[in-house]
């Protein structure tokens, strides 16, 4: 089973709203992941998570604030953000012991931000 | 800066004939290797991952990998409809541990019934 769970499906909030969106996997992976992805355009990595501790923050603006509270679970908060940062957003899971980190995505959030 | 160059198409292929998809990265030191297939309005869903020079097959799908040559292929044999979608090739670097894939652009496949 490969399955990586993300609720919710779709969000559309006010630029002074606060949301969090969730993600689950059960695969027991250690790496935990963030992506964001524009309309055609590739996911683009904005955190890593590594045995629950944060260790790839790829200069994020604050606004995007992530929680990883156990290591089946990946929470990414939101606040006060703008209308750019309508987008797909992506969380991913991986351990591969042969080393070969094989990332699988869950289905993702749509985000709006009006 | 790392990079995945991929032509982003679209390819079109015929139904039944294989399709062919290119990509180069920039780094080296990139030791994994990955494809995905994104369906419109869908998530990257993982095709292949081959981290040693040569072939790997999975079915009708076939990775290729040339370290030398900072190239890796995949080959889709029997091109069915349902194969229409944007394929991302995908780059780790780590060795050992948790990294951010470098996604190349994707190339939007079209097979033609």
């Known amino acids: 089973d490969t399955e990586v769970t993300q609720t919710p499906k779709h969000l559309v909030m006010g630029m002074t709203n606060k949301k969090s969106l969730k993600c689950e996997q059960h695969?027991?992976?250690?790496?935990m992941y963030w992506y964001k992805q524009k309309a055609k355009k590739p996911p683009e990595l904005m955190f890593v998570?590594?045995?629950?501790?944060?260790?790839i923050n790829e200069s994020v603006p604050s606004r995007f604030s992530p929680e990883c509270p156990n290591s089946s679970l990946l929470n990414l908060h939101l606040h006060a953000l703008q209308p750019e940062d309508s987008a797909l957003y992506l969380c991913?899971?991986?351990?591969?012991?042969?080393?070969?980190?094989?990332?699988?995505f869950g289905p993702g959030t749509r985000l709006l931000v009006l | 800066q790392k990079e995945v160059e991929q032509n982003s198409g679209p390819l079109s292929v015929p139904e039944g004939a294989i399709a062919s998809l290119n990509c180069t990265y920039s780094d080296r030191g990139s030791q994994s290797f990955f494809w995905y297939r994104q369906y419109s309005g869908k998530s990257p869903e993982l095709i292949m991952f081959?981290?040693?020079?040569g072939d790997k097959e999975d079915g009708r799908f076939t990775a290729q990998l040339n370290k030398a040559s900072q190239y890796v292929s995949l080959l889709i044999r029997d091109s069915q409809p349902s194969d229409s979608a944007t394929y991302l090739c995908a780059v780790l670097d780590s060795g050992g541990g948790a990294d951010g894939l470098t996604f190349g652009k994707g190339t939007h496949l079209i097979i033609q019934p």
């Open positions: 998570y590594s045995y629950e501790k944060l260790s």
């Open positions: 081959i981290y040693s020079n």
């Open positions: 695969m027991g992976h250690r790496a």
């Open positions: 991913a899971s991986s351990q591969d012991l042969s080393g070969t980190w094989t990332q699988y």
